[in-house]
């Protein structure tokens, strides 16, 4: 090996080893997928197998400065090779960033649209976009506030990427400003880019098209202005292997339970749309929540904090947030000494 080689040796297994050595299973399961990369289809059983097999991958392709960069992400205090150390004096107190005082990340209410301050969760969002490739209709279930908005609005704006398909085929709609069948059928018509119109002629004008339809706040269907035709007009748009539609619908009861039409009829939605139950956040997804809102801060926010701020909210999502936040400000004062 010439010296060049040598270092690129020597820096692939300072790289994997820092890796196993900084992040949990869990973790490095998070960062392979920002990479590109399965981690169950890493080669070797030991999560320090999994860390060389994804280095060597990456370094085939002359990837390992993006490995690197996104390493530093997760975590900014590592001396990652081509990085300074960080400093040998040990301190008692959060190091702030320079520049004016640093805004408390947390405590966000209300739907994600940027995708900076959005987490994506998996294997979740893996799951809906691989029933999405194959044209299944989703009913996204979970109580207020635990994102489904949010998951509904990445869904818009990372399908076309996942799927591969036109950003035009992706329209989120929210019931919220829609107040009839009429309005409702003006706006989807408007959002879809085609000439207002319902039944066939919505139906016609759709011809060809694959469009991921994301419908958020359902529960308003149930209010006086709409009626049994509306949710039957959406199935038939959305039935069939040829069909125009694939819906995506957030509510917080089962689409069953919400509309239950009669007896004698199956409801249209509940009978085309496969439940996917949104769950609380796991203890691994708030830690990496909390290390995505701090990526190069600097600051590494005690994982006991973390812990204690997911046990108080249950892992409910808008709690969580709440309880990252107060946590947060608690952990600075104590700090910075005031």
């Not at 900084?22 to 981690?39: I, N, S, T």
């Not at 860390?51 to 390992?64: F, I, T």
């Not at 969760?121 to 999405?132: F, H, N, S, V």
Request: hydrophobic letters at 35%; glycine letters at 8%.
């Amino acid at each position: 090996m010439n010296g060049e080689q040598d270092n690129q040796v020597a820096t692939s297994s300072r790289l994997y080893r820092l890796l196993d050595q900084h992040f949990d299973r869990e973790q490095l399961k998070l960062l392979a997928y920002d990479l590109g990369y399965d981690y169950d289809n890493l080669s070797g059983e030991r999560k320090l197998n999994k860390a060389q097999d994804l280095v060597a991958q990456m370094e085939r392709k002359g990837q390992l400065e993006h490995l690197i960069r996104t390493a530093r992400h997760y975590r900014p205090s590592v001396a990652w090779p081509g990085s300074r150390p960080p400093s040998a004096t040990p301190t008692a107190e959060p190091s702030l960033p320079p520049g004016p005082p640093f805004a408390n990340p947390f405590g966000r209410t209300g739907r994600v649209e940027d995708p900076a301050y959005y987490l994506v969760r998996r294997p979740l969002t893996d799951e809906i976009m691989g029933e999405l490739v194959k044209g299944v209709s989703l009913s996204i279930v979970g109580e207020s506030q635990t994102g489904k908005s949010s998951l509904l609005w990445h869904i818009k704006t990372a399908g076309p990427a996942a799927l591969n398909r036109p950003p035009a085929d992706f329209v989120y709609i929210s019931l919220e400003l829609v107040h009839s069948e009429d309005d409702f059928f003006e706006h989807i018509c408007y959002e879809l880019g085609v000439p207002t119109g319902r039944g066939y002629r919505l139906a016609r004008s759709l011809k060809g098209r694959q469009v991921v339809f994301c419908l958020d706040e359902v529960e308003k269907m149930t209010w006086y202005g709409f009626s049994l035709e509306v949710r039957s007009e959406l199935r038939g748009l959305a039935d069939g292997s040829n069909a125009p539609l694939t819906l995506v619908i957030a509510s917080r009861s089962p689409l069953g339970r919400l509309f239950p039409d009669s007896p004698e009829l199956t409801s249209p939605l509940a009978g085309l749309c496969s439940q996917i139950q949104l769950a609380n956040f796991t203890l691994a997804e708030a830690k990496a929540l909390v290390e995505w809102q701090l990526r190069g801060s600097g600051l590494v926010f005690p994982p006991a904090e973390v812990e204690q701020a997911w046990q108080r909210s249950g892992g409910h999502p808008a709690r969580l947030q709440q309880a990252l936040k107060e946590s947060f400000n608690a952990w600075l004062r104590r700090g910075l000494g005031d």
